[in-house]
């Protein structure tokens, strides 16, 4: 995928923790950015509020697994027909 790239500074311990989180989660940094900008801009907001950030894994998995089918080429029908 292209695609602008950012980079950001993070302290070390932070980055790790939130890996740790993400590795559990089958989640990659950059999805997990990509899921963060994806609802800033869906809900034009920002919300701080602690329930706003609980999201469940179910609704991770679903964005990646939808990221991911995005991604992967497409595979053709095997089976011929007459």
Do not use: W
């Not at 950059?30 to 609802?39: P, Q």
């Not at 679903?62 to 089918?69: I, L, M, Q």
């Amino acid at each position: 995928m292209e695609g602008a790239a950012i980079y950001s500074r993070i302290d070390p311990e932070t980055k790790q923790k939130a890996e740790t989180i993400l590795h559990r989660l089958g989640m990659s940094p950059t999805e997990a950015i990509r899921m963060f900008f994806s609802s800033l801009y869906l809900s034009n907001s920002l919300e701080c509020r602690g329930k706003d950030y609980a999201i469940g894994q179910r609704d991770i998995l679903s964005f990646v697994s939808a990221r991911k089918a995005q991604t992967q080429p497409q595979q053709e029908n095997s089976i011929t027909r007459p």
